[in-house]
Each structure stands twice: as C-alpha cells, then as structure tokens.
C-alpha cells in the first residue's frame, strides 16, 4: 500500500509541476527554438506523414502547438485528439 501511496504523490508532484510550467512553455519553446517552433512543428508533422483525412493523436501534447500542426494537415476530414 505505500508503494501505491507513494506513486500517487509522486503523480501528483508531477501535474503540479507541469502546471505551474504551462504559462512559460510556449514562450520558453520560443526561445529555445529561436523562434522557429512552428516550423519545427511543421517538420514533425511532415516527419510523420501525416496526410488530408488522417486520424492523429497525440500523447503528451503539453500546450498543444504540435496538436493544431497536425490538424492543419489532416485538413477538415481529418480527426486529430490530444491527451495530456
């Protein structure tokens, strides 16, 4: 039971984290990718071959930059779900 106890904390400490960083990612991504993430979101997507009409998710997707690349491509027909 306190290894399970232990993991909830450990997740919880986790989500906290992740959310006090959401209101400084995208402007720290812009920063390291000097300013070129969408771009970089971009290539991922061509990377990944995405295509008109793909169905896409994307696990982890943070503020979901890569998430709205990815629905441009797969275009109205496409289906794009995002889990954080």
Known sequence: MDKMHNQIDEDELMRSQMEQAVPSYDSYMSEVTL???QALRELTVNLAQVKPGDCVL???????????AAKRQAGP????????
């Open 35 to 37: 300013g070129r993430e």
């Open 77 to 84: 027909a496409g289906r794009v779900f995002a889990s954080m």
């Open 58 to 68: 994307e696990v982890g997707c943070g503020t979901g930059t890569l998430t709205l």
